[in-house]
């Protein structure tokens, strides 16, 4: 689940928020804010986007962790996900097909989260 947004590492482009399939992140005048955190299905898309490496989504999609801005620096763990995958390489052959593939599952995730979000917020 996002776990953080580093501000001073945030330059403001929203790549983030785009990419975000269950719309968990707001426009703020400047660096995005978690806004439906129960949306969030910890596909790490707003991480792989965010080339100033500013997030911090924790594997666990459960429940939300509490980290602090060093334990993140320090772990070393900032677009760590992104560099793994080569997703700032586009140019690479075949390392990006398995997330090509997650394309219709993460729509899926997505509609599925819109109507939990959408019941809870009528109940409440």
């Known amino acids: 689940m996002i776990a ?13 928020v785009d990419a975000c399939p269950t719309d968990v992140l707001d426009v703020s005048g400047g660096v995005p804010v978690i806004a439906r955190i129960d949306a969030c299905q910890t596909c790490y898309m707003c991480e792989l986007y965010c080339a100033s490496d500013a ?28 560099r793994d995958h080569g997703w700032d390489r586009p140019d690479e052959a075949g390392h990006l097909d398995e997330y090509f593939k997650l394309g219709p ?20």
């Open 105 to 124: 599952l993460l729509g899926e995730g997505a509609e599925i989260a819109v109507r939990r979000w959408a019941a809870e917020r009528a109940g409440a």
């Open 4 to 16: 953080l947004i580093l501000e001073d590492r945030c330059d403001g482009c929203n790549a983030c």
């Open 55 to 82: 997030i911090y989504v924790a594997p666990d999609s459960l429940s939300r962790e509490t980290v602090t801005r060093e334990a993140v620096l320090a772990s070393g763990q900032l677009g760590q996900i992104r």
